[in-house]
Every structure is written in structure tokens, then in C-alpha cells.
């Protein structure tokens, strides 16, 4: 069974920086892909980063470029989000999940594991 926690989430000023992490247990971690996602109450789960299996390919969402940084390390099975100048707009809870396969993908249906979540407050 796949389990992912993450953890790192708290609350911060407006232009802090945080760092998300996501521990996976998985034997088949390193051929996944992995993503970070993102909800707010009312709202949708929203994609907010992805990098393939290798490490090598990432993409993001376009109000988080070049502020958030989304890597792994396979041998420790850890994926991190880090997270700079974050803004008001940036408070969600935001799940680590665990592709179905080692490409990145923005579609939460290519996801087949998720973790609990770890809140992120930013005030302004």
C-alpha cells in the first residue's frame, strides 16, 4: 500500500518562504511521477507542481512559477515543494500525490495515491 505524508505546512507572512515535504512509502517510488496539489474551501483541487520520476522534468502552474521549486530524492523517497515569496492567495491545503506512471501530468485522474494534506496559511 502506498502512503504519503507530507508535512512543513504552517502559518507565515506574506513574502515568507516555506518548504513542503512529502515522505512516500512505495516500492515503486522512483518510476512515479509526483505532484503537488492545492484546495481551498469552496474551491476545486487545483494542480500546482509536477516532476517526473527521474527528477529531470518539472512543470507548474502559472501563478506559482518562479517562486515555488518542486524536486525528489529517490533514494530517500521524499518529494519537496519549496515555496517563496508566497502570497494570500497561496492559503490552501496541499496534498503530495503519486502518479501512475514516471511522466509529469497536471490531471489529478493520472494520480492513483494521495496523502493527507498539510495546511498553509499566508497573511497578509
Known amino acids: 500500500q502506498v502512503q504519503l505524508v507530507e508535512s512543513g505546512g504552517g502559518l507565515v507572512q506574506a513574502g515568507a518562504s516555506l518548504r513542503l515535504s512529502c515522505a512516500a512509502s512505495v516500492p515503486t517510488f522512483s518510476g512515479r511521477a509526483m505532484g503537488w496539489f492545492r484546495r481551498t474551501p469552496g474551491k476545486e483541487r487545483e494542480f500546482v507542481a509536477t516532476i517526473s520520476s527521474s527528477g529531470v522534468i518539472a512543470a507548474y502552474t502559472d501563478s506559482v512559477k518562479g517562486r515555488f521549486t518542486i524536486s525528489r530524492d529517490n533514494a530517500k523517497k521524499l518529494v519537496y515543494l519549496q515555496m517563496r515569496n508566497l502570497k494570500p492567495e497561496d492559503t490552501a491545503l496541499y496534498y503530495c500525490?503519486?502518479?501512475?506512471?514516471?511522466?509529469?501530468?497536471?490531471?489529478?485522474?493520472?494520480?492513483?495515491?494521495w496523502g493527507q494534506g498539510t495546511q498553509v496559511t499566508v497573511s497578509s
Open positions: 500525490a503519486a502518479a501512475k506512471w514516471g511522466s509529469t501530468t497536471y490531471r489529478a485522474t493520472e494520480y492513483d495515491r
